[in-house]
């Protein structure tokens, strides 16, 4: 399973967007990109996935690189409430032995 | 919403001691999971399940049993507890490989 390295930490200030950058240099043509966020008391909460290209939903979106080997999740308008560790995760799709979970990125937001 | 529920939330035992700890998803989700998560360690997997009956040893399981009961429970027990094992843990459930992953809020086990 390829390697994943993110910022461990990012400040913003409530309503800006926030970029959080993935790299995964060693991504396999069959891994795709999940991303999670945690925040304190609670248990990881699954935000989006991507193979390619951009991907977006209700709560953030994510841009992957023509080449696949680093990726970023964009929030837009954060507010306290996204105040979290966001972990990138690159796995294949039918791994069985679960999610890896690095140290992630401490998103720190302030008012 | 999916939901995973764990119990006990805290719990503080003696070294030596005997601990279960215990999940239930109402999800019909075919794949359950334990990880603990330390300071500067992140989440690591202990064993995981793909239908009841069934376990899997995931990457940190020394000092660990897990059992399946039904597709429903899923509970990891520590029969000879150490410090090394204070830890919180999650439990967490998925329909199938690497769909989305619902964890619950945690247990957070102190061993003294």
């Known amino acids: 399973l390829a390697k994943t390295t993110q910022p461990p930490s990012m400040e913003a200030y409530e309503g800006q967007e926030v970029n959080v950058s993935c790299s995964h240099t060693?991504?396999?043509?069959?891994?795709?990109i999940y991303w999670y966020r945690q925040v304190p008391h609670q248990g990881p909460q699954f935000i989006i996935q991507?193979?390619?290209d951009y991907v977006v939903n209700e709560v953030a979106s994510l841009f992957i690189s023509a080449d696949r080997k680093l990726s970023t999740l964009s929030l837009p308008w954060v507010s306290l409430r996204d105040a979290a560790v966001y972990y990138c995760i690159v796995t294949l799709r039918d791994y069985a032995q679960g999610l890896t979970f690095g140290l992630g990125t401490r998103v720190s937001v302030f008012p | 919403e999916a939901a995973v529920t764990q119990s006990p939330r805290n719990k503080v035992t003696v070294t030596g001691g005997n601990v279960t700890l215990s999940c239930r998803q109402t999800n019909s989700h075919n794949y359950m999971y334990w990880y603990r998560q330390d300071t500067g360690h992140g989440l690591r997997l202990i064993h995981y399940?793909?239908?009841?009956?069934?376990?899997q040893i995931g990457d940190v399981p020394d000092g660990y049993k897990a059992t399946r009961t039904t597709q429903e429970d899923f509970f990891l027990l520590l029969e000879l507890a150490s410090p090394s094992q204070t830890s919180l843990y999650f439990c967490?459930?998925?329909?199938?490989?690497?769909?989305?992953?619902?964890f619950g809020k945690g247990t957070r086990l102190t061993v003294v």
């Open positions: 060693n991504i396999a043509t069959s891994e795709y």
């Open positions: 991507g193979y390619k």
């Open positions: 967490a459930s998925s329909v199938g490989t690497n769909t989305e992953v619902f």
């Open positions: 399940s793909y239908g009841a009956g069934n376990l």
